[in-house]
């Protein structure tokens, strides 16, 4: 078993950043996880090659900083008090040859463009958040997959091995760790120099709006165009600074799955001493791996970034407030954030039992939906896939839950790519399973494509004008 080396970097906080709030749960302890269960961890079969690679990536320059993740758990504060809403959004599982300016461009332009929808239909800003720069691991329902009487170990994600099924690319290979974080760190500095140098810039995102609703198959968007053209318009009469709107934040999240790849990422920050993961801003912790007793738990539970947890429909309420309890113990604004992914059909009964105990518990987490992971299902042909239909009637579900309870919707969490592929039946395109094949490019789960992504910004942006 690999161990941290004992010196570690700090990290910069920058000039001018928040001041952070109390100290994680026990912070010394960054290595108590080591003697915990550990779940969907790759069967690394060179222990000192693994060694090797944590070494090296514990010795390498932070990917954020902590003075960005301050920033970010303000705005997460304000998201889950209603003053913001935040867009959450990018591939199921990066790969290394994606990882292209072209392909990152595509997807900063969705989010972008899904962000401007929302922010008019809201009236709130909108955080924008990728699943980029970091998203390269994925978990599995089984550690093998046989294919003609052959059993490899299962693809988990270009940070672990390849997807080609022989034994090569199947078995892991710690190098991909550096990988990954080498990839993630060009993808940042895409990312940043498209949202600071007028890629971003008001005006266009919305000319690629209109764009969209100028197709006659999705003409029924026109209104809600228009009264964002008519706005920005009112704006340009009254002498808004555009200038000012040429840039925008955004910020990087995956989900924090290879406990060896976090931990060599996690630093002491020379403002104040606190740890950090400076892999990414935001981390999440999955369906599979939550357990309160667990070592994805544990090692979040004594970093200063903000955390997400995914909850399916078989979460109590006695889980979210354990979870809560271990996560956020000084009820901090920002740094709790519970994910729910319930499936279309069970949202409306299993989510409100849930919101009103956390509420109860005088609880104020950002809730947002994920209305991908519910609703996969595969084909008689054998393809993953999802409804689009389903997709926006789980966030139905969730806006009219929390309308019930009270409380307050605070985001979307969307598995998305800026191509035209056809992976999710449904949308304005109307694919339908035959032609699912046409552009069927995941290598893990289906995610909405340019249009349907636009589509569902449209729709959510009614939804979120009655909250």
């Known amino acids: 078993m690999s161990t941290a080396p004992a010196t570690r970097l700090e990290v910069p906080g920058g000039a001018g950043d928040d001041v952070p709030g109390p100290a994680p749960r026990s912070a010394g302890g960054l290595d108590a996880h080591r003697d915990l269960p550990r779940v969907q961890q790759p069967a690394w079969p060179d222990a000192g090659a693994l060694e090797s690679a944590v070494a090296e990536l514990s010795a390498l320059p932070p990917l954020v900083f902590a003075g960005e993740v301050d920033r970010l758990r303000g705005r997460l504060a304000e998201a889950a008090q209603g003053r913001a809403f935040l867009l959450q959004g990018g591939d199921c599982a990066e790969t290394f040859a994606d990882a292209t300016a072209d392909a990152i461009r595509r997807r900063v332009k969705t989010v972008l463009q899904m962000a401007v929808v929302l ?67 060009s993808t940042l500095n895409l990312i940043r120099a498209f949202t600071s140098g007028g890629f971003a810039d008001l005006r266009q995102v919305h000319e690629w709006n209109r764009g969209f609703v100028g197709n006659s198959a999705t003409s029924a968007y026109a209104d809600l165009a228009g009264e964002i053209d008519r706005a920005m318009a009112f704006m340009a009469a009254c002498g808004a600074d555009f200038d000012a709107l040429r840039s925008t934040e955004m910020f990087s999240s995956h989900e924090a799955l290879l406990l060896d790849y976090e931990r060599a990422l996690t630093r002491i920050d020379s403002r104040t001493q606190l740890p950090y993961d400076v892999s990414a801003h935001f981390l999440w912790i999955g369906e599979r791996t939550r357990q309160v007793d667990g070592a994805h738990v544990d090692l979040l539970s004594r970093v200063r970034n903000p955390i997400g947890v995914k ?98 919707p605070g985001g979307l969490h969307i598995e998305l790519t800026g191509d035209d592929v056809t992976e999710v039946l449904g949308g304005v395109e109307d694919i339908d399973d035959a032609a699912l094949a046409t552009r069927y490019e995941t290598l893990c789960d289906p995610r909405l494509n340019h249009q349907q992504s636009l589509e569902l910004a449209f729709l959510a942006a009614d939804m979120l004008r009655g909250r």
């Open 311 to 408: 909850l399916g429909p078989t979460t109590t309420p006695e889980d979210a407030l354990a979870l809560a309890d271990t996560l956020d113990p000084e009820h901090e604004p920002g740094r709790l954030t519970f994910v729910t992914r319930m499936g279309a059909g069970r949202i409306r009964e299993a989510l409100p039992p849930l919101l009103r105990a956390v509420a109860d518990a005088g609880r104020t987490p950002l809730w947002i939906c994920d209305p991908m992971h519910g609703n996969t299902f595969t084909t008689a042909s054998g393809v993953k896939t999802r409804r689009f239909d389903e997709v926006v009637d789980e966030v139905r579900g969730f806006f009219e839950a929390h309308r019930e309870a009270g409380t307050v």
């Open 119 to 185: 922010t008019y239909g809201a009236s709130l800003p909108v955080v924008k958040m990728g699943r980029m720069a970091g998203q390269f691991a994925k978990p599995r329902s089984s550690d093998s997959e046989t294919r003609d009487g052959v059993t490899l170990p299962a693809y988990r994600g270009d940070a672990v091995n390849g997807f080609a099924f022989t034994e090569e690319a199947r078995t892991p290979d710690p190098q991909r760790l550096v990988k990954a974080y080498h990839t993630a760190a």
